[in-house]
């Protein structure tokens, strides 16, 4: 069973051509989807309903026509609102499908700059804004294409991409202090963030988190807090309960095997832990899915 990565590395397309656009729906696929990040560009845009994504530490409730821009790194995370339906697409991209060279003039003038944070956008782009009205038809035009991007579009697909790039560097926003220190606090918990990952199924203590990270038990509590609008125990716990859900859905394994799988000793616990989250007992949970 494949499981979300927090640093998703897989290659989304082909290794010819690194782009792949992805349908998503709320709850159908899935309730949510844990802090993670990647190297691609991501492009989301709401179709139907409304969610909240959390971009670094800032939560953002997105709606039918919004576009959200995701520069490679950013941490970000899915999450329904309350019992609100939701569809979207993701439009991932490598920067290296436009230029393939790191020594060329235009990496260095157009894209270099957000990758090392000089430059960065507004993530949040609202129905009817500017750039919304601008980036709107070419993000269109890739979903429209999205099934034939590598039989006879490619090039259709890299215009459109261009074009995207053209205009986010037209109206991109100077990174300021605030948020390259908010940058390089998250740098220094991702070693919480991927033991969380790696081991979920064992017990795992605030100490030994706070060691990997380098910080007192205190601080890294703090620290975390900060970043995630959550205790550490709480992000544990739900990321936990994201993992019990998937193998329920994906899985015929027995309910309580799930639950020890999934770290969670009690039973009872497990199960009051999951019907507050997804409003179903694991149970009835299952008997959702079609």
């Given at each position: 069973m494949k499981e979300p990565l927090l640093h998703e590395t897989k290659i989304h397309g082909t290794k010819d051509f690194p782009y792949i656009v992805y349908h998503g729906i709320i709850p159908d696929y899935f309730n949510s989807y844990p802090l993670h990040w990647h190297d691609e560009v991501e492009i989301i845009y709401i179709t139907k309903g409304k969610m909240k994504i959390t971009i670094w530490?800032?939560?953002?409730?997105?709606?039918?026509?919004?576009?959200?821009?995701?520069?490679?790194?950013?941490?970000?995370?899915?999450?329904?609102?309350?019992?609100?339906?939701?569809?979207?697409?993701?439009?991932?991209?490598?920067?290296?499908?436009?230029e393939s060279s790191s020594e060329s003039a235009c990496y260095n003038k157009y894209i270099k700059p957000f990758i090392v944070h000089e430059k960065n956008v507004n993530y949040h782009e609202e129905k009817g804004s500017k750039?919304?009205?601008?980036?709107?038809?070419?993000?269109?035009?890739?979903?429209?294409?999205?099934?034939?991007?590598?039989?006879?579009?490619?090039?259709?697909?890299?215009?459109?991409?261009?074009?995207?790039?053209?205009?986010?560097?037209?109206?991109?926003?100077?990174?300021?202090?605030?948020?390259?220190?908010?940058q390089i606090k998250y740098e220094k918990i991702k070693n919480a963030l991927y033991h969380v990952q790696n081991s979920y199924s064992n017990r795992i203590t605030v100490k030994e988190v706070a060691d990997l990270c380098g910080f007192s038990e205190s601080h890294f509590m703090k620290l975390f807090k900060e970043l995630t609008s959550m205790s550490f125990n709480s992000y544990l716990i739900n990321y936990r309960l994201e993992m019990a859900g998937k193998q329920i859905k994906e899985t015929d394994h027995k309910i309580v095997?799930?639950?020890?799988?999934?770290g969670f000793d009690n039973h009872s616990y497990f199960t009051r832990s999951f019907q507050k989250k997804y409003g179903l007992t694991p149970a009835k949970y299952r008997e959702t899915i079609d």
């Open positions: 530490s800032n939560e953002y409730k997105v709606k039918e026509g919004d576009i959200v821009i995701l520069m490679p790194q950013t941490i970000h995370s899915f999450e329904q609102i309350e019992s609100s339906n939701s569809e979207y697409f993701n439009i991932l991209f490598s920067l290296s499908l436009l750039l919304n009205l601008i980036l709107t038809p070419l993000i269109c035009s890739l979903i429209e294409h999205r099934r034939d991007s590598y039989t006879n579009c490619e090039y259709l697909v890299k215009s459109n991409l261009y074009m995207i790039m053209h205009h986010l560097n037209q109206n991109y926003i100077s990174s300021d202090k605030k948020d390259t220190l908010l095997d799930i639950a020890s799988n999934c």
